[in-house]
């Protein structure tokens, strides 16, 4: 048996140890002798099939080409947890590295470089200049890193590895922190926390290329864990695209909202007019909703967070209450089946949550303090439950594991026996109590709504089946939950207001249109545009990203296309390297010029350029090209 841990991410081999409770049943001890608690693996790591680990270890990066058995140092003083794997689609060499690296002045760079050849001849840095320690983050297309100089921290954003730009926030929004939420389909999720703000963040949607920025939901819950890590109170739903879940924070009080468009509507969740025993709840909106903890586990294989999952489109489970609040320490558990429309409570205690085969197989165990021995399990998506005894001796469960596919029976229970014991890891086959494979006659279908029972959602009429409650099949490898997919025609509300406008309050007549901010001139010219060219001013909207409906409605028609024009510069500066303020007749002086905007023949430049006082011969200056020359006389 051998054991390595890097930060959460386990590499297992098993040796049986012969104790066996029935035909589907075996016991599994795993002593925690051979843990390596300070070698941490890469919080991306490659699929299962990949033979190379890259691991930290007191600020050196290592690289293992056997899984863990041979270590090799790729680079000094790494970031922890700042490591990333290439991107496939994206980067263009699978054994490319991005990491942070400290430098030798004491600051930190992103750095590229081959797996197997990350020398420093070979070391690239895509981003000219220091970045903040702990700010670079590569998440598919996008590539994230913060800067901080004069005490003023800007945040840059790299799509698709093209050069790096500034994102651009509303002109009243002053970040002191910023956390990546999404960056799935080709479209950014961050919480920002404003300057006013201590434990909740506000949500921004981007553009395709993660640039401009757009408010869809203010004051959502934040709270500090371990190390100083921020966890943000919103989950996106696995299985159903566009569908999120928040708990919002006003005056106090935490609420639960779901948004079926990408976060440019948000919705109370209905409650369940029944609880578990048949008995009335007498909750009823607008003063009382189902509110759900949305706090992300430090393990993803625990209880203590909402439970979705990419094969199980529409199955939901979380723990919560009832009431016009968000409870801490009330956790009875709600299962949704249809994408939040509609909920069911099942327990009245927080429970160790699993899906099997594709969702068809719902596993449940308390979270307790106690020793157990019993775990209930649902076929007919929580309606009903049966219990069965996994073990004949009490374990304390510390969660729960299922083998790799989505159609897997077969999942492991691991805890101890003792708090001093080794783990106890119990193998649950289910597979013995299904005889036969699923046919068509045992699916039946369901339409995805929203909360108002439109069945355009994100531009097309979305149907999924799922297994009958009656049918005891396994549904298997070859299954496909979506069945039917029809493109809607567009309406207002498939677009989200563009960078620099607002909607009006919900509550007035045009809500759907949106307004230019006072801040936002709409016939300003964009940063790139260049002189002799021609720019679109925006109207306002922009198509929710991964949205696909057609024709209808679109109040992006007829925009006004404008000439770029001559500006002149903007914001030239000029300071000299190091500390002297006065030299010495003969001696050279290294001048820093700092230009932030110039528009010209050539485009615009930006940034800083230096120059040395020496005696040679004169030459042109143009900022325009991002150059200077300078001459002085000794």
Same mark, same amino acid.
């Given at each position: 048996?051998?054991?390595?841990?890097?930060?959460?991410?386990?590499? &297992?081999t098993?040796?049986?140890?012969?104790s066996?409770?029935?035909s589907?049943?075996?016991?599994?001890?795993?002593?925690c002798?051979?843990c390596?608690?300070?070698l941490?693996?890469?919080p991306?790591?490659?699929s299962?099939?990949?033979?190379?680990?890259?691991?930290?270890?007191?600020?050196?990066?290592?690289?293992?080409?056997d899984?863990?058995?041979?270590?090799?140092?790729?680079?000094?003083?790494?970031?922890?947890?700042?490591?990333?794997?290439?991107?496939s689609?994206v980067?263009?060499?699978?054994?490319l590295?991005?990491?942070?690296?400290?430098?030798?002045?004491?600051?930190?760079?992103?750095?590229?470089?081959q797996?197997?050849?990350c020398s420093?001849?070979?070391?690239?840095?895509p981003?000219a200049?220091p970045?903040?320690?702990g700010?670079?983050?590569?998440q598919?297309?996008?590539?994230?890193?913060?800067a901080?100089t004069?005490n003023?921290?800007?945040y840059y954003?790299?799509?698709?590895?093209?050069?790096?730009?500034?994102?651009?926030?509303?002109k009243?929004?002053?970040?002191?922190?910023?956390q990546v939420?999404s960056t799935?389909?080709s479209?950014?999720?961050?919480?920002?926390q404003?300057w006013?703000?201590t434990?909740?963040?506000?949500?921004y949607q981007?553009?395709?290329r993660?640039?401009?920025?757009?408010?869809?939901?203010?004051?959502v819950?934040?709270s500090r864990?371990?190390?100083?890590s921020?966890?943000?109170?919103?989950l996106?739903?696995?299985?159903?695209? +566009?569908?999120?879940?928040?708990n919002?924070? &006003?005056?106090g009080?935490?609420?639960?909202?779901?948004?079926?468009?990408k976060?440019?509507?948000?919705?109370y969740?209905r409650?369940?007019?029944?609880d578990?025993?048949?008995?009335?709840?007498?909750?009823?909106?607008?003063?009382c909703?189902?509110?759900l903890?949305?706090?992300?586990?430090d393990n993803?294989y625990?209880s203590g967070?909402?439970?979705?999952k990419?094969?199980?489109p529409?199955?939901?489970?979380g723990a919560?209450?009832?009431?016009?609040?968000?409870v801490?320490?009330?956790?009875?558990?709600?299962?949704?089946?249809?994408?939040g429309?509609?909920w069911?409570?099942?327990f009245?205690?927080e429970?160790h949550?699993?899906?099997?085969?594709h969702?068809?197989v719902?596993?449940?165990?308390?979270?307790?303090?106690?020793?157990?021995?019993i775990?209930?399990?649902?076929?007919?998506?929580?309606?009903?439950?049966?219990?069965? @005894?996994f073990?004949?001796?009490?374990?304390?469960?510390?969660?729960?594991?299922?083998?790799?596919g989505?159609?897997?029976?077969?999942?492991t229970?691991?805890?101890?026996?003792?708090?001093?014991?080794?783990?106890?890891?119990?193998?649950?086959?289910f597979?013995p109590w299904?005889?036969r494979?699923?046919s068509?006659?045992?699916?039946s279908?369901w339409?995805?709504?929203n909360?108002?029972?439109?069945?355009?959602?994100?531009?097309?009429?979305?149907?999924?089946?799922?297994?009958?409650?009656?049918?005891?099949?396994v549904t298997?490898r070859s299954?496909?939950?979506a069945?039917?997919?029809?493109?809607?025609?567009?309406?207002?509300s498939?677009?989200l207001?563009?960078y620099?406008?607002?909607?009006?309050?919900?509550s007035?007549s045009?809500? @759907?249109?949106?307004?230019?901010?006072?801040?936002?001139?709409?016939l300003?010219?964009?940063?790139?545009?260049?002189l002799?060219?021609?720019?679109?001013?925006?109207?306002?909207y922009r198509?929710l990203?991964?949205?696909? %409906?057609e024709?209808?409605?679109?109040?992006r028609?007829?925009? &006004?296309?404008?000439?770029?024009?001559l500006?002149?510069?903007?914001?030239?500066q000029?300071?000299?390297?190091?500390?002297a303020?006065?030299?010495?007749?003969?001696?050279?002086?290294?001048?820093?010029?700092r230009?932030?905007q110039?528009? +010209?023949?050539?485009?615009?430049a930006?940034?800083a350029v230096?120059g040395?006082?020496s005696?040679r011969?004169p030459?042109?200056s143009d900022l325009?090209?991002? %150059?200077?020359?300078l001459?002085a006389?000794?």
């Amino acid at each position: 048996m051998e054991l390595l841990e890097f930060c959460g991410w386990w590499r &297992v081999t098993l040796s049986f140890k012969g104790s066996v409770f029935n035909s589907s049943c075996s016991v599994f001890t795993l002593p925690c002798t051979h843990c390596a608690q300070d070698l941490c693996h890469t919080p991306h790591p490659p699929s299962l099939g990949s033979s190379q680990w890259p691991g930290v270890k007191n600020g050196r990066l290592y690289v293992s080409s056997d899984l863990g058995r041979k270590w090799t140092l790729l680079q000094e003083r790494a970031t922890k947890d700042h490591v990333f794997w290439a991107v496939s689609g994206v980067d263009a060499d699978p054994d490319l590295v991005h990491l942070e690296a400290q430098d030798l002045g004491g600051g930190f760079r992103y750095v590229t470089c081959q797996i197997h050849n990350c020398s420093d001849n070979t070391r690239t840095t895509p981003f000219a200049g220091p970045i903040d320690r702990g700010s670079l983050t590569v998440q598919d297309d996008y590539v994230f890193v913060k800067a901080t100089t004069a005490n003023q921290t800007k945040y840059y954003i790299s799509y698709r590895r093209n050069e790096f730009v500034l994102m651009k926030l509303p002109k009243y929004a002053l970040p002191k922190d910023l956390q990546v939420i999404s960056t799935d389909e080709s479209q950014v999720f961050v919480a920002v926390q404003e300057w006013d703000q201590t434990d909740t963040y506000n949500l921004y949607q981007s553009d395709t290329r993660g640039v401009r920025y757009s408010l869809v939901l203010e004051d959502v819950r934040s709270s500090r864990q371990a190390e100083e890590s921020v966890v943000i109170d919103i989950l996106e739903v696995r299985g159903v695209k +566009g569908v999120f879940l928040a708990n919002q924070k &006003v005056n106090g009080k935490v609420v639960t909202l779901i948004t079926y468009n990408k976060g440019r509507d948000w919705d109370y969740l209905r409650p369940p007019s029944t609880d578990m025993n048949g008995k009335p709840t007498n909750c009823k909106p607008p003063d009382c909703h189902l509110h759900l903890h949305l706090r992300w586990a430090d393990n993803p294989y625990v209880s203590g967070t909402v439970h979705t999952k990419d094969s199980a489109p529409g199955l939901v489970m979380g723990a919560g209450n009832l009431g016009s609040q968000l409870v801490e320490y009330k956790e009875e558990m709600y299962i949704t089946s249809d994408c939040g429309h509609t909920w069911r409570q099942v327990f009245e205690e927080e429970h160790h949550i699993l899906y099997l085969d594709h969702g068809g197989v719902i596993v449940a165990i308390k979270d307790t303090s106690i020793p157990l021995k019993i775990l209930k399990f649902s076929v007919d998506e929580g309606l009903t439950w049966s219990t069965h @005894n996994f073990t004949s001796t009490s374990v304390f469960v510390d969660g729960l594991l299922s083998e790799p596919g989505d159609e897997t029976l077969v999942m492991t229970v691991f805890g101890h026996i003792s708090f001093r014991s080794d783990w106890e890891l119990v193998k649950v086959d289910f597979r013995p109590w299904f005889s036969r494979r699923c046919s068509e006659d045992d699916y039946s279908s369901w339409d995805l709504t929203n909360l108002q029972g439109d069945h355009c959602v994100m531009g097309q009429q979305r149907s999924f089946r799922r297994r009958k409650p009656a049918s005891w099949c396994v549904t298997g490898r070859s299954f496909t939950a979506a069945l039917t997919a029809r493109v809607c025609p567009c309406r207002a509300s498939d677009f989200l207001c563009d960078y620099g406008f607002e909607r009006a309050p919900s509550s007035e007549s045009d809500a @759907n249109k949106c307004f230019a901010n006072f801040w936002f001139n709409p016939l300003s010219p964009p940063d790139d545009c260049v002189l002799g060219q021609t720019y679109t001013s925006s109207l306002g909207y922009r198509k929710l990203v991964s949205n696909v %409906c057609e024709g209808g409605v679109d109040p992006r028609q007829s925009p &006004v296309r404008l000439q770029c024009p001559l500006l002149p510069p903007r914001g030239l500066q000029i300071s000299i390297r190091g500390e002297a303020v006065a030299v010495r007749p003969g001696e050279d002086v290294l001048f820093v010029v700092r230009q932030e905007q110039v528009r +010209g023949r050539f485009g615009r430049a930006g940034g800083a350029v230096g120059g040395v006082l020496s005696p040679r011969s004169p030459g042109p200056s143009d900022l325009s090209r991002g %150059c200077i020359n300078l001459l002085a006389p000794r």
